[in-house]
């Protein structure tokens, strides 16, 4: 702002008969730029994913490829737009109407502020837009990770989860169907035919309430329905959470539990029940199975419960504390602050809000920057133009023709940039412990927060020509006819 808010940038002056100074030097950078950034994208996409974004240190690779990435687009756009409304003016040249064909010429032939403003307005919008898409991309990562370690909409534990207490809770306003979940104190051994054997914890679940509580839940695993009917020859069906040897296809297995054995039978593999387990070397079970040829008797403390629709897990919550006093009762707002509970995952997000809103002072800045360093030439040509019958809505027309070629490829470049530095990072660098684990989140787009950011764009760029117009119309006639003849 300071370097192009000197008295020669109010100069009336065109910029495109001005004779051309540094040209060459300012190609040379630009090339670089262009390099740079090329490469560093290279080196990063070979690099492949690596490290974490909460891990110590700095990455000065990682640390410049997107502001490169920005500079970069943002001096292609500096040097496209210009030619685009040059094509632009002569397309207009044919119309009966001044004001576009106007507009146009002003916008390329001197354009208010030089680049400086042009570059400050792409940057800002590429800026804005990226920061809010990996804004969008944690928060979705986090509520799906939340809700992988939840596992239904609500969760409780505390006393033992009896058929009374089971009844009462499923008499609660709001409560669809309510799976027990638990973790027999017993160790089970797995045996092979060959003689081999590894030991493994043991989880009893109701299964059929199980698969009903968690439809829909990212990572659960389809088939748990099935744990609760015997296969061929009685066998008793698990499912192998990371059981080192065991897959769908493993025949002649033998689970021993306390002086019990049973022939049993993979049904699958998976790497977690949600909200149930995630250990490795575990096998879970359905719990009726268990008490029946086993003799097992399980004594679960936890529930995974699925809410009625339209029903407020708050509420929901507070009525299951008043109907069991005992009870702990975990909900998605709970497990996702335990998931933002990390210094990296706050960082993160609070750097990417600030940078959205810091983007969006910017942009009404460079707006209202560019309006002012053009006024005293806008003023002067307004006047003559008002001698010559120039309406009031060609005025407002002409102040909007300055902002408004820049402001459009300001948005359109600052959309592929805010899209492409986020897809580079995610293609390069683990998110998973800003998201508490799991799988590397997916690129996501709030459509709402992108709506929101073109709207404050178009207002910020409509209330500034407005006022501007406001402004130029006070100025006296023949005081802007005097100076323009000077």
Do not use: C, K, N, Y
Not at 245 to 262: H, S
């Amino acid at each position: 702002a300071a370097a192009v808010t000197v008295p020669r940038s109010l100069r009336t002056e065109r910029s495109d008969v001005r004779a051309a100074t540094g040209g060459r030097w300012r190609r040379t950078v630009e090339l670089s730029v262009l390099g740079v950034a090329a490469l560093a994208v290279l080196l990063l996409l070979r690099r492949g994913v690596v490290g974490g974004a909460g891990a110590g240190g700095v990455d000065p690779l990682l640390a410049a490829t997107p502001l490169l990435v920005a500079a970069a687009a943002a001096l292609v756009a500096v040097r496209a737009i210009p030619w685009l409304a040059r094509g632009l003016e002569r397309l207009l040249s044919r119309r009966r109407d001044l004001v576009p064909f106007l507009g146009a010429a002003r916008a390329t032939r001197a354009p208010a502020g030089g680049v400086v403003p042009a570059l400050a307005l792409v940057l800002a919008v590429s800026v804005g837009a990226s920061s809010a898409v990996v804004l969008t991309t944690i928060d979705e990562g986090v509520a799906r990770q939340a809700q992988v370690r939840l596992g239904a909409d609500l969760r409780v534990g505390g006393p033992l989860l009896s058929d009374d207490v089971l009844t009462t809770i499923r008499d609660v306003d709001g409560v669809a169907e309510v799976a027990r979940a638990t973790l027999l104190p017993e160790v089970g051994h797995l045996t092979w035919p060959d003689g081999r054997h590894r030991t493994v914890q043991v989880v009893a679940v109701d299964a059929a309430a199980l698969a009903t509580v968690q439809e829909g839940v990212p990572e659960a695993p389809p088939d748990v329905a099935a744990l609760a009917s015997p296969g061929a020859d009685d066998t008793l069906p698990f499912l192998a959470l990371r059981v080192p040897g065991v897959d769908a296809g493993t025949e002649g297995l033998e689970l021993a539990l306390r002086d019990e054995t049973a022939d049993v039978a993979p049904l699958g593999t998976a790497g977690r029940v949600p909200g149930v387990s995630d250990a490795p070397s575990t096998v879970v079970m359905d719990s009726g199975l268990l008490a029946d040829p086993l003799d097992m008797e399980t004594e679960p403390r936890s529930a995974l419960l699925s809410l009625e629709d339209g029903a407020d897990p708050a509420r929901v919550a507070v009525a299951l504390r008043a109907a069991v006093p005992e009870l702990t009762v975990d909900d998605l707002r709970t497990e996702t602050a335990e998931v933002l509970d990390s210094p990296a995952a706050q960082g993160i997000t609070t750097a990417a809000l600030v940078a959205v809103v810091l983007a969006g002072v910017l942009v009404a800045l460079t707006v209202a920057l560019t309006l002012v360093l053009a006024a005293p030439d806008r003023e002067r040509l307004l006047g003559v133009l008002r001698s010559m019958g120039l309406r009031r809505s060609e005025s407002r027309g002409l102040v909007a023709w300055e902002v408004a070629p820049w402001a459009l490829g300001a948005l359109l470049v600052g959309a592929a940039v805010g899209v492409g530095v986020p897809a580079l990072l995610h293609a390069t660098v683990d998110l998973t412990p800003l998201t508490g684990g799991g799988p590397q989140p997916e690129l996501s787009v709030d459509p709402w927060l992108v709506a929101a950011g073109v709207a404050g764009f178009v207002v910020t760029v409509v209330v500034g020509a407005s006022l501007a117009a406001v402004v130029g119309r006070r100025g006296a006639t023949t005081e802007r006819l005097r100076e323009a003849a000077e």
